[in-house]
Nanobody, 124 residues
Framework: QLQLVESGGGLVQPGGSLRLSCAAS????????ITWFRQAPGQERKEISC???????NYADPVKGRFTISRDSAKNTVSLQMNLLKLEGAAVYYC??????????????????WGQGTQVTVSS
């Protein structure tokens, strides 16, 4: 079965750090573009970071300089290191994957696979 599973969410204080992981089963992430999204209650899902099939990384302005996305081919995972978390970072975080037909520098527009999400709570 082809699926993505997120992990690493939890409760963190403002200014703290968390590391999320997106693990794939049934396929290799090496040739895929992976994007992390987050959705806060009552808000639309928002794209926050992606790593493309050629290793290009992109970040939304609110997380630039604080979040880092990376791929671990040996573990078949893509991680999102989140530092200096803010209250507005509280959300359900999702990863999504697609295998582009050509090398991409930017985040994809459509995805083949989605994870079920992991909750991040930022509270003092």
């Amino acid at each position: 079965q082809l699926q993505l599973v997120e992990s690493g969410g939890g409760l963190v204080q403002p200014g703290g750090s968390l590391r999320l992981s997106c693990a794939a089963s049934g396929f290799s992430l090496d040739d895929y573009a992976i994007t992390w999204f987050r959705q806060a209650p009552g808000q639309e899902r928002k794209e926050i970071s992606c790593i493309t099939n050629i290793g290009s990384t992109n970040y939304a302005d609110p997380v630039k300089g604080r979040f880092t996305i990376s791929r671990d081919s040996a573990k078949n995972t893509v991680s999102l290191q989140m530092n200096l978390l803010k209250l507005e970072g509280a959300a359900v975080y999702y990863c999504a994957a697609v295998q582009p037909s050509w090398p991409r520098h930017g985040c994809p527009l459509k995805y083949s696979y989605w994870g079920q999400g992991t909750q991040v709570t930022v509270s003092s």
